[in-house]
């Protein structure tokens, strides 16, 4: 039984964590000279774009950046 509730508040713990680290996700895109850019979730869907629509940012014909992806 003590074991049992260990165990829930141990995934209890978890789970807060995991709640409270989303709120740090950042969209981080690389250029192609080995730099980066961030950006927040706010100024995604300030632009009304995804992380990885980023990679054409401003409608450009050719890619702005090499790859874009979320980071934690």
């Known amino acids: 039984m003590r074991h049992k509730k260990q165990a829930i508040y141990t995934l209890l713990a978890l789970a807060l964590l995991m709640l409270t680290q989303s709120c740090n996700k950042?969209?981080?895109?690389?250029?192609?000279?080995?730099?980066?850019?961030?950006?927040?979730?706010?100024?995604?869907?300030?632009?009304?774009?995804?992380?990885?629509?980023?990679?054409?940012?401003e409608g450009l014909a050719t890619q702005r950046y090499s790859m874009c992806e979320w980071k934690y």
């Open 26 to 57: 950042r969209c981080q895109c690389y250029r192609y000279d080995g730099g980066y850019v961030e950006y927040s979730t706010d100024d995604l869907e300030s632009l009304g774009k995804t992380c990885s629509d980023m990679i054409y940012y």
